[in-house]
Nanobody, 120 residues
Framework: QVQLAESGGGLVQAGGSLRLSCTASGRIRSINDMAWYRQAPGKQRELVASMTTGGSTNYADSVKGRFTIARDNAKNTVSLQMNTLKPEDTAVYFC??????????????WGQGTQVTVSS
């Protein structure tokens, strides 16, 4: 009933930029936190950046100063602007959102993931 659709991944050279977007759709009453995670081969999924409804942000130390998370609450979207990309940023990137679907039901929803590959 709720779907998160990501776009914007791809292949880029080190030092380049990419912008990921994610739109939530379906039976949505409200959205709390939205975030981006990533998972590299053989590694655990890790938080990249998150943003509350009020605009407070949190970033992984490895991306501070290079990545910027933004959201449009009216459009149920979250984006991740990634600059000065490094090969170690290569991973599948997932968006997630904490969504209220009924007056009494709230859950975390995940997108299917989008591949980001940074070549050296």
């Amino acid at each position: 009933q709720v779907q998160l659709a990501e776009s914007g991944g791809g292949l880029v050279q080190a030092g380049g930029s990419l912008r990921l977007s994610c739109t939530a759709s379906g039976r949505i009453r409200s959205i709390n936190d939205m975030a981006w995670y990533r998972q590299a081969p053989g590694k655990q999924r890790e938080l990249v950046a998150s943003m509350t409804t009020g605009g407070s942000t949190n970033y992984a130390d490895s991306v501070k100063g290079r990545f910027t998370i933004a959201r449009d609450n009216a459009k149920n979207t979250v984006s991740l602007q990634m600059n000065t990309l490094k090969p170690e940023d290569t991973a599948v990137y997932f968006c997630t959102a904490n969504i209220k679907t009924t007056p009494f039901t709230r859950a975390d929803y995940w997108g299917q993931g989008t591949q980001v590959t940074v070549s050296s």
